[in-house]
């Protein structure tokens, strides 16, 4: 087992955990790895801390983003794009700034993806980890207990976005399928990287997923999942309810992001794939009835019974449908 892999990661103002992170991948008992980081303009130590690291270890590249358009998924897109045009790997990964990777991270993700997968065949695999707070406290032990993050169907994946970027593995076949995203666009700004790819793979090839803690997954004040709540209870869904304008808005960003991936993969797609993406166009635009028959026919879920019963009463109601982008169809 000799593949090499590319580890891009994203950084702006992390000075507090980037350290940390670094040395977790330092650690790795797979040693073939290549990590590019690209800064989004930091106003405190992270670049210093960075070049430190870079100048300890030429596995590690340092590079800034120095598009005029800025925030934490153009920034994974344009650092994509990057490497996309640049030397060719076996496989590629993100990273995020703030995280603890497990020290058999690498060997587990590599080795599960050498025997379940093919080259010629666009594959992606994720798996589970821990939660961890500011002060690296474990806070849950498996997010998948949580949310259930078993892999389904390709239908889920664009209803349900169960699958973490910092988490993730992909064959070159996918990683290059996936075209140049044009990161000044305003609809690139709500598409995150991990579920563009997730969708790439489940449309186009294979995702699989590994049921093993793979990393500590940092939540705190200042990252981008720090408003979302990973507890799916009664109470909590009817709380919810009660500000069902938020909750329409919330959905909306979701069904956005898979109506975005759509569009990008149309060109891509045979008659059969672009039937398949229709299919839940038009499920995602109309709501009502026509994805509830829709749901049931492709047995669509978001992993935990009560997640999956709140996210439906949603798609019922569709109210989520104003907060639509216009150009999707």
Known sequence: MNENVLIMMAT?????????????????????????????????????????????????????????????????????????????????????QDDIWLQNKLSKLIN??????????ATLCYGDMEVIND?????????????????????SVFFSHNVFGCNIIMNKKLFLMVPIVDITKDSTKILSHDNLYTKYSATFG?????????????????????????????????????KLNDLAKDHALTYNQSLIAIQMMKDQASVEEWKFLQGIQNAINHGG?????????????WGKKVKTLSRTLILLTGLYKKYLLVNNK
């Open 12 to 96: 702006y103002d992390g000075e507090k955990y980037i350290g940390e992170q670094i040395e977790s991948i330092l650690a790795q008992d797979y040693s073939n790895w290549h990590l590019i980081i690209q800064d989004d303009g930091s106003n405190d130590r992270t670049g210093e801390i960075i070049t430190k690291y870079c100048d300890l270890d030429d596995r590690i590249e340092f590079c800034i983003n120095n598009a005029e358009v800025h925030g934490a998924y153009i920034n994974f897109h344009g650092l994509a794009n990057q490497c996309k045009n640049g030397k060719e790997y076996d496989y590629y990964m993100f990273a995020d």
């Open 112 to 121: 599960y993806m050498n025997i379940n997968s093919k080259t010629e065949v």
């Open 289 to 301: 009835i026509i994805y509830l028959n829709y749901s049931m026919a492709y047995r669509i879920t």
């Open 206 to 242: 294979q995702v699989l997923y590994l049921p093993e803690r793979l990393m500590q997954y940092r939540r705190h004040s200042a990252n981008v999942t720090s408003k979302q709540s990973y507890i799916f209870s009664v109470q909590r869904i009817i709380k919810r309810f009660l």
């Open 135 to 155: 002060n690296g406290e474990c806070t849950a032990t498996s997010i998948d207990q949580i949310l259930g993050l078993k892999y389904y169907n390709p239908y």
